[in-house]
Nanobody, 115 residues
């Protein structure tokens, strides 16, 4: 079992920055993928970015060049630095860990970007 605790969401004006963090505890094995998804009102949950324990990194096209994902493996923590935020980035952001063929989800943190 894996537990995820997220923090860092909030309200920001367009062009601003926020950093999300997610710390995992429990049965975290060395081979895993940690990442972030988001869900805006009335839309499906979508991938934002993920980073594997082997440092393979993927970004959604909509966030490339603006968001940066990083990991601190010693702390089982994944970060999402978000810059140049746009109103369309407004969503609930969910931390995700994929380990042992199973997906674990955080509780979600709200990010609101005003125009």
């Amino acid at each position: 079992q894996v537990q995820l605790v997220e923090s860092g969401g909030g309200f920001v004006q367009a062009g601003g920055s926020l950093t999300l963090s997610c710390t995992a505890s429990g049965s975290i094995f060395s081979n895993n993928v940690m990442g972030w998804y988001r869900q805006a009102p009335g839309k499906e949950r979508e991938l934002v970015s993920y980073r594997s324990s082997g440092d393979r990194t993927v970004y959604a096209d909509s966030v490339k060049g603006r968001f940066t994902i990083s990991r601190d493996n010693a702390k089982n923590t994944v970060y999402l630095q978000m810059t140049s935020l746009k109103p369309e980035d407004t969503a609930v952001y969910y931390c995700n860990v994929y380990v042992n063929s199973y997906n674990y989800w955080g509780q979600g943190t709200q990010v609101t970007v005003s125009s």
